[in-house]
């Protein structure tokens, strides 16, 4: 039958007549929208769009409400339609377009196609891929793969499509979505290491759960990952890393095949690098799970309190208690707080738990992390505390803080990055660093706080021996301030699932079980499977004072201490001596370790 092409609908788009049906290829597809509200009376509030194109152009598709239930998992890219009973209307602009200037076709935007249920009712039909003729002159579906070499040469908000070896991937945890408006209050994410073999360093990617929820909880270390229209983040100091973007969509084994990407011929060279691989050294460089906060927290933030536009806002302590509160399941947050570092204590984990009590344990299982979190483990190095480091916060709420800590003269301020996060399960956190000079922190699972101008008193640590029960130092003034706090919050320790553990095929199930969201009534499956314990011989727990002096937080700090560390990817590996001083500033053990037996180390202690 007689059909139209795109290029000629926008001529038409103010003429009363009839639209002759479309033949077109989907090249581009997004994430499904709800727009549901109170008192909107459609059943099925759902929305959708797609980018087709044939052989004058593309143009953007619309699918709506009970359409989109009926066609979403059936309308993928590649597929060809035939579409009749079809109306336009003018583009909606404030809305995100993948970008396509691969495709190097024209782009008609100042109209779009609408399918509708009703008034009228429009008719879809799905070509088969063996009927679609080549004289209809349809467009071959292009894709931008880049590999991890050439990540940098990106421009900051590119778009690329990647595809790597999965070898770690964080928990799934959930920000506030920007604005708050809309039925969308949360944003569900997880972080990912992917590698490809051109680069010493992985893809760093911040995946957002779309409408693939299958795919999503599945993805797990040893799976070959697909993210296309993925946006290039070039961030000052650090490695860039990749985020989602409304049009992104994920594949991972099992979920390759007829994808129009298997014959791209950097998908193929990355295939040909796979088969080199050994499984069982791949798996000695995979975890899940865990702290991960990227990009890490700058070594100096000079941001002020009425700067609302900070990654960070800068709270007052009193307000600390108040955010981590309201704090909602596994919603990650960052703030700022000001405060100085009052005491340090080195708190060893017993081996023969799952590093859920320790030895030195105030208040319930909640913790923070600093400086983000990893796998399991720690290194050997005695060495010397003396002066100071940064500083982070935790509070009574299931959440965590991080500590990212730098050396800073003797009473000058400084910002200190930490975040805070709070769970269904005991969040976790760690802090950390130290003495006399200033600090700087990040905090751990799912609010991140980050403080601005540290003051810190000086006092000198002295090393204590290791088999100490309490290894601790506290500022001289601490004891008489302590008198004076009108509120601890102490709840700070390391909870288990701070720390990220080996990824191994036997535990597979149970350790994505673990990392992805818990529903709010669940009856565990009969069996005798558990998530592995971790190994962890102790962590730093730091008390910081606010800069008010009414109220003290306890935070966790855990530094880096192997290579193969999710944590350790882009970390500035600067050699240090090694002190505690050293190590909580740095963030990291010098040199890390490149063995997968750290169990036996131990960190530098407090005296």
């Not at 192997?562 to 970390?571: F, N």
Request: charged residues 20%; neutral net charge.
């Amino acid at each position: 039958s007689k059909i139209t092409l795109l290029c000629s609908l926008e001529s038409n788009f103010r003429n009363t007549w009839k639209p002759l049906p479309l033949l077109v290829k989907i090249i581009h597809k997004s994430r499904l929208r709800y727009y549901g509200k109170f008192g909107l009376k459609i059943d099925y509030p759902y929305q959708v769009y797609f980018e087709v194109a044939d052989q004058s152009g593309t143009m953007s598709l619309v699918l709506w409400n009970e359409l989109c239930p009926e066609f979403y998992q059936r309308l993928n890219v590649g597929t060809v339609l035939y579409l009749q009973n079809y109306t336009l209307k003018q583009s909606y602009s404030n809305r995100s377009h993948p970008q396509m200037d691969h495709h190097r076709m024209k782009t008609f935007n100042s109209v779009e196609i609408c399918l509708n249920p009703r008034n009228p009712a429009s008719v879809i039909t799905v070509v088969s891929p063996k009927s679609v003729l080549p004289q209809w002159g349809l467009p071959e579906v292009s894709y931008q793969f880049t590999t991890r070499s050439e990540l940098e040469k990106l421009s900051n908000n590119s778009a690329c499509d990647v595809i790597g070896l999965v070898t770690f991937v964080g928990r799934v945890e959930r920000v506030k979505s920007k604005g708050n408006k809309g039925p969308e209050k949360y944003w569900t994410y997880r972080w990912i290491h992917a590698v490809d073999g051109t680069s010493n360093h992985p893809f760093i990617l911040e995946v957002f759960s779309s409408s693939q929820p299958e795919i999503f909880s599945r993805i797990c270390p040893m799976t070959y990952l697909v993210c296309t229209q993925m946006r290039v983040c070039q961030v000052e100091g650090s490695l860039p890393y990749l985020t989602s973007s409304f049009e992104t969509e994920t594949f991972i084994t099992g979920y390759h095949k007829g994808q129009p990407y298997v014959s791209d011929p950097k998908v193929r060279s990355f295939i040909q690098w796979t088969k080199t691989l050994k499984d069982n050294v791949v798996l000695q460089k995979t975890a899940v799970g865990g702290h991960y906060c990227y990009p890490r927290p700058p070594q100096k933030c000079t941001q002020s309190m009425a700067d609302a536009s900070a990654q960070a806002p800068l709270v007052a302590v009193a307000d600390l208690k108040r955010e981590l509160e309201t704090l909602q399941y596994r919603e990650h947050k960052k703030l700022a707080i000001q405060g100085q570092i009052t005491a340090v204590r080195y708190m060893k984990i017993p081996r023969t738990t799952e590093s859920q009590g320790t030895e030195e344990k105030e208040g319930p299982d909640v913790s923070s992390d600093a400086r983000e979190q990893a796998v399991p483990v720690t290194h050997n190095h005695p060495s010397t505390a003396e002066q100071t480091l940064a500083a982070s916060l935790t509070s009574p709420s299931a959440e965590d803080i991080s500590a990212s800590r730098r050396k800073r003269r003797i009473q000058t301020r400084e910002a200190t990055e930490s975040s805070l996060n709070r769970g269904g399960v005991p969040s976790k956190r760690k802090a950390g660093h130290k003495n006399t000079e200033e600090g700087q922190e990040q905090e751990e699972e799912e609010s991140n706080s980050e403080s601005e101008e540290v003051q810190v008193v000086e006092c000198d640590l002295q090393l204590q021996n290791q088999d100490s029960d309490v290894l601790s130092w506290e500022s001289s003034s601490w004891l008489k301030q302590r008198q004076e706090v009108s509120e601890h919050l102490c709840q700070g320790g390391l909870h288990q699932d701070s720390i990220s553990r080996r990824f191994t095929s036997d535990e597979k199930n149970v350790l994505l079980q673990w990392s992805n969201l818990q529903p709010t009534r669940w009856t565990p499956e009969q069996t005798a499977d558990t998530a592995p314990p971790v190994v962890c011989p102790g962590y730093y727990k730091v008390t910081i004072l606010g800069i008010n002096k009414q109220i003290a937080v306890d935070a966790a700090y855990f530094p880096v201490v192997s290579s193969d560390e999710p944590r350790a990817v882009g970390l500035p590996q600067d050699p240090h001596g090694n002190t505690m001083l050293s190590c909580l500033s740095s963030g990291f053990l010098c040199p890390l370790s490149d063995s997968a037996n750290h169990s036996e180390a131990t960190l530098p202690e407090p005296g």
